[in-house]
């Protein structure tokens, strides 16, 4: 586990996969350390990865809030430690504004784009269920006057 940027959701998404394997708690303690990919589950559990409920949480969380509260752990020295750091906002601002600006931008049309994509592929299952129950009755038309003919006697 790193230091830095360990999240409470990773930490017990890990515990939760050593209680599930426990066969695996050695492997994975002697295992080399490799760059992984985050592991998101936590945020999708099984019963919800539905497209619906991906783009729910897409446009709830796609605006960038470069303007979060400053706090300090430390007792005696954070009044100085929060001042610094609202100094040293006020003087980056000039620059970290127009990135996080840029950054809005992209994940409102990023969003936008999903949820054009997500009305194109339902409108596309509702093709595709119409051609389906098209194509079935056609052929279970086709399947009852053959079997009128063969009952008739017509087609052998």
């Known amino acids: 586990m790193r230091k830095e940027g360990v999240s409470v959701e990773q930490v017990m998404e890990e515990v939760n996969r050593a209680v599930a394997a426990p066969q695996t708690l050695l492997a994975d303690l002697w295992a080399e350390e490799k ?12 019963h919800s990865k539905s497209l619906e409920v991906n783009l729910d ?10 303007d979060f509260e400053i706090t300090s752990r430390r007792r005696l ?3 100085l430690a929060v001042s610094l750091k609202r100094f040293l906002r006020g003087l980056l601002s000039w620059y ?15 969003t936008r784009t999903l949820y054009d994509l997500s009305n194109n592929v339902k ?17 279970l038309l086709a399947l009852e006057q053959r079997l009128e003919r063969l009952e008739n006697g017509e087609d052998e």
Do not use: C, T
């Open 35 to 46: 760059p992984n990919a985050p592991n998101l589950s936590f945020l999708y559990p099984p």
């Open 57 to 66: 949480l897409v446009s709830r969380n796609w605006e960038v809030d470069g």
């Open 77 to 79: 020295a954070g009044g």
């Open 96 to 110: 970290i504004n127009p990135i996080l600006h840029q950054v809005r931008k992209f994940n409102m049309l990023v």
């Open 123 to 139: 409108e596309l299952q509702d093709r595709v269920s119409h051609i389906e129950k098209r194509d079935e009755e056609e052929r």
